[in-house]
Structure formats: C-alpha cells, structure tokens
C-alpha cells in the first residue's frame, strides 16, 4: 500500500460537457490534474500520452477484464476486448486470419474499391446531400459485412446492431431500454450467424466469421459469435467517424486539401484526422494492485480512463495539436490504441477509408463544398465524430 495523496477529485465537470466538446476540458487538465477522479464519470481520468500509453501497455496492473462494465451484458458475453493474457490471445489469434495483411491486400482492398464506386455512383450532384448518412456509415457497414462474412446482412441491419450494441455496452446508467435493445438485436445476430456458418463450412474463405468456424482447434461457438459481435460494434462507427472527421478537416483548410491533392498524401491525412479527433475517445481499464501514477495513489479496484483524444493533443508531442494540420514533423497518435489490445481493424481501416475512398472521391467530385461548416454538430465522449455532414458535390 502506497501512502501517496489520492488524485484530486473534481465534481464540477458534466459528462455533458464532455459529450459537447471535451477539448478545452482535457487541455486544462493535461496542465492542472493530468490525473484526476472525476465524479460524474465514476472514474479517474488519464489525459497525458505518457500515461495513457504507460497503462496500455501493462495489462498485468491495468486489466481490460472490468466486470463493473456494462458490457458483459450486452452482448450477453465476455468479448475479447474484456480478456486479459492467454485467454484474450488466444480468441484474437482466432480471428487474426482474416486480418492478415495479404488477405487484406488482395481481397478486401478489391472489394471495398468495389463498394466505394459502386455507391458513389449513387450520389446526387448539386444539391445537399449528408456523406455521413449517404456514404459513410454504408460504405463502413458493407465493407465489414464482406470482411467478416456476414453479407446476409444489409447495410441497415449492421448500422442498427452496431449502435445498439455501442449504446449497451455504454449503458453505465444500467437503464432496461439499451439491454432490451441489445436483446433483440443478438437473437437476430445468433439467428444469422447460425443460418449462414454452413455456407462458410461448405465454401471456406477469409472472413472472419469462416477462419474461426473451419479453424483446426475453434474455438467455442459462443466466443466467435461473441467476437463478430465485438467487430460489429466497433468496427462502423470508427471508419465512418473517421472519414467525415477528415472530410471536415480537409474542406475548412483548403490549402492543405490542395496540397493533400497534389502529393496524393492521403494517408497522411487519414492519420491527421484520427490523430485531431479520435473515433475512440477513451479506453477503460481496472486496476489489479495498488499503484502510482505522477505521485497519487491508484487503489485496487479502481478503474482508470485512458483518454487518447486528449494523449493525441499533449503538448510533449505536438506543437498545435488543437488544429488539424495534415504536414506535421511527427504524428504519433494513439487512435488506435497501445499494447495487447491494439486495434485489430486497424490496417483495414487505414487502407478502406485512406488508400480507397478519399483519392476516389475526390476524383469523382473534385469539387466538394461543405454546405454549413458552422453547423456541424459534433457529439461524444467515448466515441467522437460529426453526428451529420451535408455537402454539395460537383
Ligand atoms: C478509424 C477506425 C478505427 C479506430 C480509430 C479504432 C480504434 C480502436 C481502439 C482505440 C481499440 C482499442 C480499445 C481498447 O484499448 O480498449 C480498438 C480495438 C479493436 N478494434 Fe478498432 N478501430 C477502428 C476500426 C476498426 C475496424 C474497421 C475493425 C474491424 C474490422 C476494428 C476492430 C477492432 C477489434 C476487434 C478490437 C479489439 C481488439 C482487442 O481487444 O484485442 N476496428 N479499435
């Protein structure tokens, strides 16, 4: 047992506020109390890059099995992002086939390029038209359906379990609603996955669903279920976040998207986006032992917030880390996470939203105009993105 002081409690900041806009918040706090108990949030929140890297990258003091998360009961499963150690690589090796580089290279980059053209092409012309709604969270929704081999499924059914099983899982509140929700939409899941696992015995292939099903060992059916599911639910909202944070980004900074243009640095700007506003604001993790960070004392059984939106701003690492700049020195975020739990999705959402859809996009309409850039509301805390983002394309 430490005898280091608790970190300072703060009972002034709102999970409110922190849905509107989180940002000045966190920039007082990676000054004043970059470790800071937060009442309205239950929680001590961690908002400088070292710190938020230090906890990710030691799961054995800071566990992501937190049993007081709402998330076991949505999706009526441990998921792996709640395993620790053999246990959750053994289920992430699972699904790992699927996200092999080559795979992702030869098969899924062909038939996001596939997806992409096939709904620009359904884009009107010259008049308002939301890319949020219209393109991005279709265009995430499809891809994954292919990539996890559940293409049964329509663009509309993933968008809807996809955000339900987001507002389960963030039901800190233990409200009814949210889980009947999450009820629902895993009876319908289980149903589909059931109905389509013979066709993945009967026809092997690279999505995730068949490399689990037809693996030498698999693992139970209840984790590749519980684990497509995990996908499902994080796996839309980041890619189509992430997309209109960028489009946001490069419409209000024409210089930069010209220059973007130009190089064809589409990648960088990919990075930029996530690095500026992460689709993934913040990370939960329990901690095993009594501990220390900056000189207040962690007890056992607290849980600790890692907020890499803020880590992506720190001082120590970016000059300017408010703004969106696509041509910084160095830009190493943590949008994807650190350590074990690193985001499994990550090279194939680098490649569908920065190798595919930007540059076709930007081929097909080289003039795009954001209609109110003053208006566009963007809303979260633990996930952070524009809720709408209507342009005019010509
Ligand atoms: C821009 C897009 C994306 C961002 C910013 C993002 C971010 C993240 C972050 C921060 C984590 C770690 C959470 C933690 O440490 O607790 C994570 C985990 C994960 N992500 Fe992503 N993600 C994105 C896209 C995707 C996509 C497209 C997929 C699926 C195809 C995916 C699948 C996963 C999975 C399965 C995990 C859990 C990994 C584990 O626990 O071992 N992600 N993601």
């Not at 929140?45 to 938020?52: G, K, S, V, Y």
């Not at 890499?308 to 703004?323: I, K, V």
Request: aromatic share 8%; net charge negative; charged share 25%.
């Amino acid at each position: 047992m430490t005898d280091a002081p608790l970190a300072p409690l703060d009972t002034s900041i709102s999970i409110q506020q922190l849905d509107e806009d989180p940002y000045p918040i966190y920039r007082r706090l990676r000054a004043e109390s970059p470790v800071l108990r937060v009442q309205s949030v239950g929680r001590t929140l961690l908002t400088r890059a070292e710190d938020t890297k230090y906890v990710k990258d030691n799961p054995g003091l800071f566990s992501s099995d937190d049993p007081n998360t709402p998330m076991q009961r949505a999706f009526l499963a441990q998921t792996l992002m709640r395993k620790d150690g053999d246990a959750h690589k053994c289920e992430r090796d699972a699904m790992a086939p699927a996200f092999n580089p080559r795979v992702i290279q030869t098969e899924w980059v062909p038939k996001y390029r596939e997806i992409a053209e096939a709904y620009l092409d359904r884009l009107p012309r010259n008049e308002p038209v939301d890319l949020f709604s219209l393109l991005a969270a279709p265009y995430a929704a499809r891809g994954l359906a292919v990539l996890l081999g559940t293409e049964e499924a329509s663009d509309a059914e993933m968008i809807r379990w996809s955000q339900v099983l987001i507002d389960g899982a963030g039901n800190f509140g233990w409200r009814p609603e949210p889980f009947e929700k999450t009820d629902i939409a895993n009876a319908e899941m289980d149903a589909l996955f059931d109905r389509i696992s013979a066709r993945h015995r009967a026809e092997p292939n690279n999505s995730a669903l068949s490399v689990m099903l037809n693996a030498d060992r698999p693992i139970p059916k209840s984790q590749i279920y519980a684990n497509i599911k995990i996908a499902i639910g994080g796996g839309i909202n980041e890619p189509r976040d992430a997309l209109c944070t960028i489009l946001y980004g490069l419409l209000t900074n024409p210089d930069q998207l010209e220059q973007v243009r130009a190089n064809a640095d589409w990648s960088k700007a990919f990075e930029e986006g996530v690095r500026w506003v992460a689709p993934i604001q913040a990370s939960s993790r329990l901690v095993t032992e009594d501990t220390e960070i900056r000189g207040c004392r962690i007890p056992k059984g607290d849980t600790v917030m890692t907020i890499q939106a803020s880590a992506n701003r720190d001082e120590d690492l970016y000059d300017n880390g408010e703004a969106f700049v696509v041509y910084r020195d160095k830009n190493p975020h943590q949008a994807f996470g650190n350590g074990p739990h690193f985001c499994q999705g990550t090279h194939v959402a680098r490649r569908a939203v920065g190798v595919v859809m930007l540059p076709l996009l930007f081929e097909r309409f080289p003039d795009i105009r954001l209609v109110a850039p003053e208006k566009v509301l963007w809303r979260g805390f633990g996930f952070r993105g524009p809720t709408s983002l209507p342009v005019i394309l010509s």
